[in-house]
């Protein structure tokens, strides 16, 4: 990204942080709502949870086709465009999937909205990098980073609240007047920085060093780090359910897990900073194992006591990712840089449901689910041979 780097507490850097930072809790809500979805199309078409973990496959695909050219395209319609057109893209992919109310006409609602949802990301963090430029972009991105679980806490527990009074398709049209409503505001409100033009002299070495066999294994433990996440979600509605849980029930454990990971990304932002990465991605994913496992056998009652404390972990590790990402790229390879960290992720979701879903029919839910917690061990050696490309 090749853009001016206002100071840190100036007008135009807040209002930055502030506008991807709303648009990050819409589109992480309108992704994280598939979550409380799920189980009313199982008893609605009788789905496996193969099935199921393709549709949220397909989904996850056209999220990653959209990332890179979203970037791209930013570049030469500016953010503004492309964060709007996303957003109404997304819109409507919940319209078509809550109005015809078919199996085919989901699947085509789900690829719709996965495609807007791509064009998000990578501007979004592209901006905030560059508007906090240097040692306090860490703590800019994990501050939005913790705009998006607020999104994720609030929308999958309100849709299954509305789902359950009116019917899952009217609540996804509900929901698609809401992107509506997002796209108008992102539109109006964000700033207009160009993002096609030359760096100036003061914006040099406001990014890190180019070290491209860091960012490959950055990459690497961010898609360890996905599996658990994606895994853990597809599973965690059925988990509940089989505890005895309702729909509500399941819509406020969703919120309870969102809740502590946007705890999560905002207080590892801070540790990551503070204790290093490795230090701080060694506790997450350990403790991440430890709770994951510790559900199981829990009754629901506990379970949701737990549900907050796994979200803290489960989501805290990616603040300390993605704010690492600008110590291993120079500036003007920023937005493709996150492009390619975040469509690596969404590949992940794409491939790791239906892998664990497809387990999850043979094993049941929870061996399914002790395979997904012990995934998450994958990221410790990984994150130890990262010390070495570290800033003291």
């Given at each position: 990204m090749?853009?001016?780097?206002?100071?840190?507490?100036?007008?135009?850097?807040?209002?930055?942080?502030?506008?991807?930072?709303?648009?990050?809790?819409?589109?992480?809500?309108?992704?994280?709502?598939?979550?409380?979805?799920?189980?009313?199309?199982?008893?609605?078409?009788?789905?496996?949870?193969?099935?199921?973990?393709?549709l949220?496959?397909?989904?996850?695909?056209?999220?990653?086709?959209?990332?890179?050219?979203?970037?791209?395209?930013?570049?030469?319609?500016?953010?503004?465009?492309?964060?709007?057109?996303?957003?109404?893209?997304?819109?409507?992919?919940?319209?078509?999937?809550?109005?015809?109310?078919?199996?085919?006409?989901?699947?085509?609602?789900?690829?719709?909205?996965?495609?807007?949802?791509?064009?998000?990301?990578?501007?979004?963090?592209?901006?905030?990098?560059?508007?906090?430029?240097?040692?306090?972009?860490?703590?800019?991105?994990?501050?939005?980073?913790?705009?998006?679980?607020?999104?994720?806490?609030?929308?999958?527990?309100?849709?299954?609240?509305?789902?359950?009074?009116?019917?899952?398709?009217?609540?996804?049209?509900?929901v698609?007047?809401?992107?509506?409503?997002?796209?108008?505001?992102?539109?109006?409100?964000?700033?207009?920085?160009?993002?096609?033009?030359?760096?100036?002299r003061?914006?040099?070495?406001?990014?890190?060093?180019?070290?491209?066999?860091?960012?490959?294994?950055?990459?690497?433990?961010h898609?360890?780090?996905?599996?658990?996440?994606?895994?853990?979600?597809?599973?965690?509605?059925?988990?509940?359910?089989?505890?005895?849980?309702?729909?509500?029930?399941?819509?406020?454990?969703?919120?309870?897990?969102?809740?502590?990971?946007?705890?999560?990304?905002?207080?590892?932002?801070?540790?990551?900073?503070?204790?290093?990465?490795?230090?701080?991605?060694?506790?997450?994913?350990?403790?991440?194992?430890?709770?994951?496992?510790?559900?199981?056998?829990?009754?629901?009652?506990?379970?949701?006591?737990?549900?907050?404390?796994?979200?803290?972990?489960?989501?805290?590790?990616?603040?300390?990712?993605?704010?690492?990402?600008?110590?291993?790229?120079?500036?003007?390879?920023?937005?493709?840089?996150?492009?390619?960290?975040?469509?690596?992720?969404?590949?992940?979701?794409?491939v790791?449901?239906l892998?664990?879903?497809?387990?999850?029919?043979?094993?049941?839910?929870?061996?399914?689910?002790?395979?997904?917690?012990?995934?998450?061990?994958?990221?410790?050696?990984?994150?130890?041979?990262?010390?070495?490309?570290?800033?003291?």
């Amino acid at each position: 990204m090749t853009l001016a780097a206002p100071a840190p507490s100036s007008p135009q850097a807040r209002r930055t942080l502030a506008v991807c930072g709303g648009a990050h809790a819409l589109h992480d809500g309108f992704t994280d709502i598939l979550n409380a979805l799920w189980p009313l199309l199982q008893a609605q078409f009788g789905l496996a949870y193969a099935a199921i973990g393709a549709l949220r496959g397909l989904y996850s695909a056209f999220f990653a086709l959209g990332q890179i050219p979203a970037g791209s395209l930013a570049t030469r319609i500016g953010a503004a465009r492309v964060l709007a057109g996303g957003t109404l893209l997304a819109a409507l992919g919940f319209a078509i999937a809550g109005l015809t109310g078919s199996l085919v006409g989901v699947a085509i609602g789900l690829a719709v909205a996965g495609l807007g949802g791509a064009c998000q990301h990578a501007v979004s963090s592209s901006l905030v990098a560059a508007a906090y430029a240097g040692p306090r972009s860490r703590t800019a991105l994990g501050t939005y980073n913790f705009s998006g679980d607020l999104g994720k806490a609030v929308l999958p527990a309100s849709f299954a609240l509305l789902a359950a009074a009116v019917g899952w398709q009217t609540g996804l049209v509900a929901v698609a007047i809401l992107g509506v409503l997002g796209a108008g505001a992102i539109l109006a409100l964000v700033p207009a920085t160009p993002l096609d033009r030359p760096l100036e002299r003061d914006e040099v070495g406001a990014g890190g060093s180019d070290k491209p066999w860091a960012f490959r294994l950055l990459v690497a433990i961010h898609v360890a780090d996905d599996l658990v996440r994606s895994g853990f979600l597809i599973f965690l509605p059925f988990l509940l359910r089989d505890k005895g849980a309702d729909l509500p029930t399941i819509g406020l454990g969703l919120s309870l897990v969102f809740a502590g990971g946007a705890a999560g990304k905002l207080a590892c932002g801070w540790l990551g900073a503070r204790f290093g990465v490795v230090r701080t991605v060694i506790l997450t994913e350990t403790a991440t194992t430890l709770l994951i496992l510790a559900l199981l056998p829990s009754s629901l009652p506990l379970s949701l006591v737990l549900l907050p404390a796994v979200g803290l972990m489960l989501n805290g590790t990616s603040s300390v990712l993605y704010g690492t990402v600008p110590e291993f790229v120079t500036a003007e390879r920023r937005t493709k840089a996150f492009a390619i960290f975040y469509t690596s992720g969404s590949l992940t979701g794409m491939v790791g449901p239906l892998l664990f879903g497809t387990l999850g029919d043979f094993t049941g839910v929870a061996t399914a689910v002790s395979v997904v917690a012990a995934v998450a061990l994958l990221t410790v050696p990984l994150v130890l041979f990262l010390r070495p490309a570290l800033r003291p």
